[in-house]
């Protein structure tokens, strides 16, 4: 079966310090994988996505990035994180088969800058 | 490109109906709803696509206006594990790689 798992579920950071983000995909291969930030009022946020090993586009910019090391691997990183880098990140993924298009969400990874 | 949704929140009773509309102002391909519970990752309900639409979801149903560029998800009889967000996310046509756009989201509150 597919699974998606990112870590880790909580951090706490101070301001200018920098970040990383794992998010691992089991049980399917090539998939699209996408990451998306949910801030208070704003919704799912897509941050990035990727179709391949090394093949990063973004959708918002920021001091954030992410890269694609694997191909079942996700990574968000950030070398000095802000204030308003604070919410919920998310990792999902793109099914396939019947139910294409579908999207599997992580866990999710709760960020608080201070 | 967000797509609009409304009400942004809406409370009800056991058994009470509701309507969560979702309105994009580009063509769409495809409109997708997915429930949050708090502190959880959303979970999909359904798709519809166009040309159609897929019922998904024991009473939950949604309708899909190509034309209109609008999708409504029907809540009928609610239960209280119908409590959460929900959201709406659209695939436009010829958008990049399919990525779906959410809107804000819809916090749905059922009372006993």
């Known amino acids: 079966s597919q699974t998606i798992h990112q870590w880790p579920a909580t951090l706490v950071q101070p301001v200018g310090s920098p970040l990383s983000l794992e998010c691992t995909v089991e049980?399917?291969?090539?998939?699209?994988l996408y990451w998306y930030r949910q801030a208070a009022g704003r919704g799912l946020q897509l941050l990035f996505y990727?179709?391949?090993?090394?093949?990063i586009s973004s959708e918002v910019p920021q001091n954030l990035s992410a890269s694609r090391p694997q191909d079942r691997q996700f990574i968000l990183s950030s070398k000095k994180l802000l204030l308003s880098d604070s919410g919920f990140y998310l990792c999902?993924?793109?099914?396939?088969?019947?139910?294409?298009?579908?999207?599997?969400f992580g866990e999710g990874s709760r960020l608080t800058v201070l | 490109q967000q797509p609009v949704q409304s009400p942004q929140a809406v409370i009800l009773r056991e058994g009470e109906d509701a309507v969560i509309n979702c309105s994009s102002s580009?063509?769409?391909?495809?409109v997708h709803w997915y429930r949050q519970k708090h502190g959880e990752a959303p979970v999909f309900l359904m798709i519809?696509?166009?040309?159609?639409e897929q019922k998904g979801h024991e009473k939950i149903s949604a309708s899909f206006n190509e034309k209109k560029q609008q999708s409504s998800l029907y809540l009928t009889a609610s239960q209280l594990s119908y409590s959460g967000t929900y959201f709406c996310?659209?695939?436009?046509?010829?958008?990049?790689?399919?990525?779906?756009?959410f809107g804000k989201g819809t916090k749905l509150s059922v009372k006993p």
């Open positions: 990727s179709v391949g090993i090394g093949q």
């Open positions: 999902a993924f793109r099914t396939s088969g019947p139910r294409a298009g579908e999207l599997f």
């Open positions: 519809l696509l166009k040309g159609g």
């Open positions: 049980g399917t291969s090539n998939p699209n």
């Open positions: 580009k063509a769409l391909y495809s």
């Open positions: 996310g659209t695939v436009r046509l010829g958008g990049s790689q399919g990525n779906l756009i």
